[in-house]
């Protein structure tokens, strides 16, 4: 998996680098700027004859900044940089950096100490190289910075980041009051969270890690816990079945589901259960919505337990449901479940009572809503909850706001202080653990902003739980399962044409990639 680090781990390992693996922080900062103009010839071609604007803060991403433009005139570029600050301000390796660039000696480099000189803003550039603020910067861009923002964004120029667009909060996310718009960003080292999240992905363009020779073992000792999903994670982790298996062997499940008017939501997750290798599927329906549902089926079992007047769980239903819940392997629930009084005790008493690993969502976390305390009596049995920020914000009694603004940490909180595996659905859906890992998953597209779709990713999720892998497992794999699936159907249908149930139809061929 690949890490990602916060700021804060990130200055822990550049430290790390220097005081235990003899690594001096200005070989990484000429490594930095390298990495620079070599990612702006990778994706845009050589940078000879080009004209190159740098702009450069008074700290280390300034630093970086001088020796990209170092490496570009190397190359022959014709280089501008701007200096934001006096060079009385430099210190350290950014001061290091910006003499040996005042003493190479190139003919093609101009020195702007301030800024907006009237002859600069009449200049066109190819490339303008944003190294005002670093990781760290946190808050709102104010007077001469924001105008020189402001100015980059507006001008036709490529715009190139270093570690993080200025003015982007590289741990949220968030942008108080204006940022770099990037088409390209070159991060040192490791990915940072707020690449993913608030605006990150709007101002940061593409992304590309820079090795900069920043030793691994700092990396791993200063870890952050935060991890990317891709698919030779997912490769490695996959059930694998034994040429002995039979239908009960690979994984059974017991999809608690529906109520009138919200069937549709019990069939998704079952057929996508079975979609994702569960042998097999009991979906147990109110009796009053049995007839509708069968009708649907014909791989998942569908059972009739009894039912209120208004259609949803009535209390004698537990009666029905304790042979098919200790039938099963894994119980899926809570999803198309209308709230109802007598729905609600139902569900309370499975969560609580069941010995079998659950997965719980939608009506189920609806039923959870203040009575967290259940899931203390599940520590010693898998539980994963798969909530959307609104139902996790009524979970834990915040707004959605707040959650969006510190979303990791939240979200891994909750998990450590419950014993639970929680899937918080976004764009893009984070997976946290028991233990305080979290990871990001690197699939899934804005056409899945559609009805069913979450449906889809719970019995994916139970599928997997019910093959054999750990809860975590089962989370972080089906989310990236779910996404590829959505990417592949974005590609046949466009993202506007996109149904939860072609999720289903691409599952096969999502697996199939990462088999």
Known sequence: MEQILTPSAMKAADAMAAARYAMPSLILMENAGRCIVDA???????????????VCGKGNNGGDGFAAARHALDRGAVVTVVMMESELSLGGDALAMWSMLAKSGHTNLAVEPSFPPARLRAKQYRFIIDALFGTSYRGAVT???????????????????????????????????AAVSAGLTVTMAALKPGFFFGRG????????????SMPRGAIRECSSHIYRVGELDVRRDLPVRSVTSHKYSVGTLCV??????LTGAALLSSEAAMRSGAGAVILCVPESEFAAVAKRTLEVMPFPVAATPEGTFALEAVLNLSEKIDWADVVLIGLGVAPHAQTDIVVRGIIASTHAPVVIDAGGLTALSGNLDLLGL??????????HIGEFARLIGTSAAEIEENKIEIARAFAKEHGVTLVLKGAPAI???????????????PGMATAGTGDVLAGVIAA????????????????YLHGHAGDLCARA???????????????????????
């Open 40 to 54: 702006m010839e990778r994706f845009y071609g050589p940078v000879a004859g080009v004209h190159i604007l740098v």
């Open 143 to 177: 007077g001469k910075y924001l105008e020189v923002i402001n100015w980059m964004n507006r001008h036709s120029a490529v715009r190139v980041a270093v570690d993080v667009p200025s003015g982007l909060n590289a741990l949220t996310g968030s942008v108080e009051s």
């Open 201 to 212: 992905r709007e101002f940061a363009g593409t992304v590309i890690v820079a090795d900069i």
């Open 256 to 261: 608690i589901a529906g109520s009138r008017g």
């Open 378 to 387: 599940r520590k010693k049995y898998a539980t994963v909850l798969t909530p």
């Open 431 to 445: 997976v946290a653990a028991p233990d305080g890992s979290v990871w990001i998953n690197s699939t899934g597209n």
């Open 464 to 479: 997997l739980l019910a093959q054999g892998n750990t809860a975590p497992a089962a989370a972080r794999n089906a989310v």
């Open 493 to 515: 249908k466009t993202q506007y044409g996109l149904i939860a149930s072609d999720l289903i139809d691409q599952l096969p061929a999502a697996f199939a990639s990462c088999a």
